[in-house]
C-alpha cells in the first residue's frame, strides 16, 4: 500500500498541473482590472458634416460702418463744417465752420470763399493763394459735417417759400412743390439766381419749353432762389 500511494502521487499531481496548464491556455486573457479601460468614440458624420460644425470662436463685435461720404460733386454753403490741413504747418490747419457770408478766414491767406464751391475748387482756391509763402503746398480739404440743403421759390406761385432740396430736383418739380403757378404768372420768364465761387449769377428759364423738353433738363442747387414774375 505505500509503495502504490507514493508511486500514484506524482501522477495525480502532474495530472492535475497539466489540465490546468490546459485550462490556462485555452481561457481567454482578461484585462488587468487595475488598468483603465479607454472608450473611443466614432463620428458618423462625414468629413464635410465635421468641418460644417461651427466652431467655438468667440463673437467679435462688428466695427461700426463709417459715416456716408460725401458726394465730389457737392457744394459747399453757409454753415458747413471744413476740416483743412496744411502738410508739415500745424497753423494752417484748420477745423473751420464756413460763416453766413459764405467765408472761411486762414492765416497769411485770410477771408477766402468757401459757399458754392465743391471741396476740390477751394482746395485749388488755397494752394493757389499759399504759393506766395510756400512754393508747394499741400492741402486737404474734408466736409466733415453738412447741413440740410435748401432752395427757395418766391413770385406767382401758390406756396412761396423755403423747400428742402433732397436728391436731384429739376426746376420744373421744383415749382410743383411750390404749389404751382398762380393765374398771371410769366411762365416763359422765370430767373434763378445761383451763388458760384465768383459770385451770384443768374439763370433764365423757360418752363413752357422745359415741358415740351426743349433744351436741356435744368436741376435746382443748394441755396438756388428761383423767381417767378
Not at 479607454?38 to 458634416?49: C, Q, R
Not at 466736409?143 to 406767382?156: D, I, Q, R
Amino acid at each position: 500500500m505505500k509503495i502504490s500511494v507514493t508511486t500514484s502521487l506524482p501522477i495525480l499531481i502532474l495530472l492535475s498541473t497539466g489540465t490546468a496548464l490546459a485550462q490556462s491556455a485555452s481561457a481567454p486573457s482578461r484585462p488587468n482590472e487595475s488598468t483603465p479601460r479607454t472608450t473611443s468614440t466614432y463620428s458618423t458624420g462625414s468629413t464635410s458634416d465635421r468641418a460644417a460644425q461651427p466652431s467655438a470662436v468667440p463673437a467679435v463685435p462688428s466695427p461700426r460702418p463709417a459715416p456716408a461720404a460725401v458726394n465730389a460733386d457737392y457744394r459747399i454753403v453757409a454753415g458747413d463744417k471744413l476740416n483743412i490741413q496744411v502738410y508739415k504747418d500745424t497753423n494752417l490747419s484748420q477745423a473751420l465752420q464756413v460763416r453766413p457770408d459764405g467765408k472761411i478766414t486762414l492765416p497769411l491767406v485770410g477771408d477766402v470763399r468757401a459757399e458754392g464751391r465743391t471741396a476740390t475748387e477751394l482746395r485749388d482756391a488755397l494752394v493757389e493763394s499759399l504759393k506766395e509763402y510756400n512754393s508747394n503746398p499741400v492741402v486737404t480739404v474734408i466736409v466733415t459735417e453738412t447741413v440740410p440743403p435748401v432752395f427757395y421759390v418766391m413770385g406767382e406761385v401758390n406756396a412761396p417759400g423755403t423747400l428742402p432740396l433732397k436728391g436731384q430736383i429739376s426746376v420744373v418739380q421744383a415749382l410743383a412743390m411750390a404749389g404751382g403757378f398762380k393765374d398771371f404768372a410769366k411762365k416763359k420768364n422765370i430767373m434763378i439766381q445761383r451763388k458760384g465761387p465768383t459770385g451770384p449769377t443768374t439763370l433764365q428759364f423757360n418752363y413752357n419749353d422745359a415741358i415740351k423738353g426743349i433744351g436741356q433738363p435744368v436741376y435746382v442747387q443748394p441755396g438756388d432762389t428761383i423767381i417767378v414774375p
